[in-house]
């Protein structure tokens, strides 16, 4: 059995008929990233003691017949999560030396799966980005091609899934963050409704965007991840409390009847011509598994990007005031009174974007530009989310790309803000709206870089988009296809 190329369901088999213990596992998937990844920058941290330590109670209890879908199998956690006894850095040189006293609610979720926690994989810095360039670790390569970015900010993620150094991991997505560099390395993302999976421990940067999900190579990987991830939290006021739902129950449901909408602010000018050939390949196959197509639109999604880049900021502003070197993270050498404390702490502490995007939030929320700007965004935000419900009285699914273009270089747009924010010009719209969104392979473009296929779906219709997602999993197998670094 090649291990890095083993479905969860398989692994889960294997390990269950005791053909495979969780340290072998484990040990085989740390073999290949001291292998691999020097070459990707996926992880930012490993604690190989702890992950076998994880495995061997995992193979206990497995010994004694208490075992579940994802007990023994080690998941790789963004650096956003925090994990007691781990260095939860987030990207960032302020939290480079923090060693989180606690476990995120995620993380306890994955504890009590009995999954070992197999290392914190990097991304941008407090997952403002869309590259995984503005890491305070320096970037994440793409695996497909290493000249090329993964996406961001679960970059690490992305990277680490797809060149088979993690089986799934776990990421964030504030405006397209798991979605886009799902996208960009040619693998399966989802990002549930907003309030799905708690927030609790999750090192904030947008609280009212922000949302944890899953990173793996096919939707019924992910299906198996989020049964996992989402429960209630009490300690997470925005954390919905909703009757358990196993995400794999419905896989196998025929698409028969199905009404895909397309909405013509998706396939513009804007889109390059490979992606879309490699969207209209994908949407010919769900004709052919008993689908349907609509027109719809969605007028105000050009205005989606400055919404988000007016309340993101504006919440950042807020979120990352906490930071400043008195009672964690990182602390200026040199300072005279407190005020001088702070500022140089956070001037020392915080990189480029993380300080254009707080200088941003703090404008947009002064006196003078409330009004014009916060509220203003607020109003269209609303308006944003109506385009969609009126969208769904005459579709099931809502389908486009998920990014305008594949993986771009290194260093490609990092001198030009405005073209980095519109990479995520498909997805920001679903965060602000709060309503669930996927990514799935469906080809390949130009220098024969991935292209993603985004299901947007109404509140709560995460199985349903699984569903979906995995029949068209079933008739072809873009998502089976892995980079030439990762069958190494």
């Known amino acids: 059995m090649n291990l890095a190329h083993t479905s969860l369901r398989q692994l889960a088999a294997a390990l269950r008929a005791k053909t495979l213990s969780s340290r072998e596992l484990a040990q085989s998937y740390l073999d290949r990233i001291a292998r691999m990844d020097p070459q990707l920058n996926s992880f930012i941290t490993l604690d190989a003691p702890r ?71 990097n991304m941008d810095e407090f997952a403002m980005g869309s590259s995984n360039e503005t890491s305070y670790f320096g970037p994440v390569k793409n695996p497909w091609d290493l000249a090329a970015v993964p996406g961001g900010s679960s970059g690490g993620s992305a990277a680490a899934v797809a060149a088979r150094l993690t089986p799934a991991a776990t990421g964030t997505d504030t405006g397209g963050s798991i979605r886009q560099p799902a996208s960009l390395c040619g693998i399966s993302g989802i990002k549930p409704t907003y309030g799905r999976v708690s927030r609790y421990g999750m090192i904030a940067y947008a609280s009212s965007l922000d949302q944890g999900g899953v990173l793996a190579p096919s939707a019924e990987d992910l299906a198996l991840v989020l049964n996992t991830m989402v429960g209630f ?46 969207i209209e390949a994908a949407l010919k ?76 939030g703090t404008y947009v929320l002064s006196k003078g530009y409330y009004d014009a700007y916060y509220l ?81 779906g109404d509140y709560f219709s995460e199985a349903h988009l699984l569903n979906i997602a995995h029949q068209y999993q079933q008739a072809t197998d873009w998502h089976a296809q892995s980079p030439a670094l990762a069958k190494a």
């Open 51 to 121: 992950t076998l330590a994880a495995a061997d109670a995992a193979d206990v209890r497995i010994a004694q017949g208490d075992t579940g879908p994802l007990t023994g199998i080690p998941i790789a956690h963004k650096d956003i999560f925090c994990a007691n006894g781990w260095l939860t850095t987030c990207g960032s040189k302020m939290l480079s030396n923090f060693v989180a006293p606690y476990d995120a609610h995620v993380i306890e979720q994955f504890h009590a799966a009995g999954s070992p926690l197999l290392g914190k994989t």
């Open 376 to 456: 203003q965004a607020q109003r269209v935000r609303r308006l944003i989310l109506d385009d969609f419900q009126q969208a769904f009285t005459r579709c099931d699914v809502i389908m486009g790309p998920s990014s305008p273009t594949v993986a771009f270089n290194i260093g490609e747009k990092t001198s030009d803000p405005i073209q980095m924010y519109l990479s995520d010009i498909f997805t920001i719209s679903v965060n602000l709206a709060g309503l669930p969104g996927l990514s799935i392979p469906v080809g390949f473009g130009a220098q024969q870089r991935p292209v993603g296929l985004q299901l947007i």
């Open 285 to 360: 196959e769900y004709e052919r598994l008993g689908a349907t197509r609509v027109d719809i639109s969605l007028p105000n999604t050009k205005l989606s990007v400055p919404v988000y880049y007016v309340l993101a900021p504006a919440e950042a502003s807020s979120n990352l005031s906490r930071f400043d070197g008195v009672r964690y993270g990182y602390r200026a050498k040199d300072y005279g009174d407190l005020t001088d404390l702070y500022e140089r702490s956070r001037a020392e502490g915080f990189g480029p974007e993380v300080k254009r995007r707080i200088l941003t």
């Open 233 to 278: 939290d009490a300690r997470d006021s925005t954390c919905l409390e909703r009757p358990a739902e196993d995400f794999t129950a419905g896989l196998d449901k025929p698409l028969a009847g199905l009404r895909i909408g397309l909405p013509r602010e998706y396939f513009s000018d804007g889109v390059s011509a490979d992606v879309a050939n490699a």
